[in-house]
């Protein structure tokens, strides 16, 4: 185990090595291991977390053994940056001719014209669409049209901190699996003095809604119509589930108030159970003195249900035909290759990749189980042309906005569900 995880801080030196520009503060640098005259090729995404060293080292590895005669260049900047500079390369026609996003953005960047079909490609290059699950083959198209390959699949699980539950009387090798067993751990796991909470729950930003958006599920709700025309976030049943968040805040008090990093907190040991996805696997293993455990999440209400999402490829709308011909080579490799993906914690999307030798002996398969074992019962956010406008990570958009004021205890659970679902369909109906 030990030995595994001291290979994480060489994945960061390549990173600085390699040619990758993290948003707009470092300059570009020279790519490591490209060929002799090889022909470069741009690839951008927003993977900033732990995942995204696992990334540069696919791709050195990538520049050294194809034998395209290209090199790949990455840039990385944070997702809300991606996507407005993604765009004026696309209008100015110096796109990066390979994207990573998520596949619940692809409707909004299709229709806007950034990425182009990928169907001719995809035969050229010999890959096969049938590999993936029915949910992701579908959701891969546009209009009829195939727009890109899935790479992942990335549920919410549950992070447990070993040694506070361990102080604090209770089994790690037996997890809450419902509320009430979970409520028991979490205040049991809280001090009086603030100085250790039984659960990470973050009110400021877009975190909680992934949590949230699951429970909704668990509970029977929906958040948007059948045909993706009508918000229905505002309803006795999920009005039942954000209370509930609500309550592990103000009334239980198990959560921090006003919480802004609770990847940070977990790490710290301010929070014995957190709520976050495969891509921290390695940021936690790499934490010191941190010793921790990995579970689904509980069933809080009456069924199973869990917030997921998939990194997604793309190739930009460009004029060079050949570049985009080398994109979907380079595209090809990375999905035939999607076991190196696998270390970075993530759930490779190929039931065959998820299920081989490859994936399932490697030192972090133990903490990465219990995010496959909830992929039965994944739901993924909204596959809707306003995506980045309602679901943005860290802008404030009505659902942030009023998340935000029912978990801090500015507005009451009734009129943040109402004020969301009025915000949100005004997006959805702007033309």
Request: glycine share 8%; charged share 20%; hydrophobic share 40%.
């Amino acid at each position: 185990m030990a030995k595994f995880f001291r290979i994480v801080p060489i994945f960061v030196l390549i990173a600085l090595l390699t040619s990758v520009n993290i948003g707009q503060t470092h300059a570009q640098g020279s790519t490591v291991a490209c060929q002799a005259g090889a022909k470069p090729l741009t690839f951008w995404h927003g993977l900033t977390g732990p995942d995204g060293a696992y990334l540069v080292d696919m791709i050195n590895k990538y520049n050294t053994e194809n034998k395209d005669g290209a090199c790949v260049n990455l840039t990385v900047y944070n997702w809300d940056v991606f996507f407005d500079k993604w765009l004026s390369g696309v209008a100015a026609g110096t796109p990066p001719d390979v994207v990573v996003y998520h596949i619940n953005e692809l409707p909004q960047y299709a229709s806007l014209g950034a990425v182009v079909p990928i169907d001719d490609l995809a035969k050229t290059v010999g890959v096969d669409v049938s590999k993936y699950p029915q949910t992701q083959q579908t959701f891969s198209k546009y209009d009829g049209k195939l727009y890109g390959l899935p790479l992942d699949v990335h549920p919410i699980g549950m992070y447990i901190n070993v040694d506070l539950v361990k102080a604090a009387g209770l089994d790690p090798t037996k997890p809450p699996t419902d509320q009430k067993t979970f409520l028991d751990w979490a205040q049991k796991l809280t001090k009086p003095d603030g100085s250790q909470y039984g659960v990470c729950f973050a009110a400021v930003n877009v975190q909680s809604f992934r949590v949230w958006y699951g429970w909704i599920f668990q509970n029977g709700g929906k958040f948007i119509s059948d045909d993706n025309t009508k918000i229905v976030v505002d309803s006795p049943e999920n009005a039942e589930t954000l209370q509930f968040a609500v309550d592990l805040i103000n009334k239980y008090k198990v959560a921090p108030q006003g919480e802004q990093d609770p990847d940070t907190d977990f790490k710290n040991g301010l929070c014995a159970m957190h709520f976050q996805g495969p891509w921290w696997i390695n940021g936690y293993a790499s934490t010191k003195g941190l010793n921790f455990a990995t579970a689904p999440q509980p069933v809080m209400f009456k069924n199973p249900g869990v917030w997921a999402s998939d990194h997604f490829f793309g190739i930009s709308k460009q004029d060079n035909k050949a570049n985009q011909l080398a994109a979907m080579k380079f595209v090809k490799w990375m999905e035939d290759n999607a076991n190196l993906w696998g270390l970075s914690g993530m759930v490779p999307v190929d039931e065959a990749v998820r299920t081989g030798t490859a994936y399932t002996s490697s030192a972090i398969y133990k903490y990465q189980k219990a995010f496959v074992d909830q992929l039965p019962y994944t739901h993924l956010t909204p596959v809707i042309k306003q995506s980045t406008e309602i679901f943005a990570e860290n802008n404030q958009t009505p659902l942030v906005v009023n998340l935000q004021a029912a978990l801090l205890g500015q507005k009451d659970v009734k009129t943040a569900l109402k004020d969301m679902q009025e915000g949100i369909q005004a997006v959805i109906d702007k033309k």
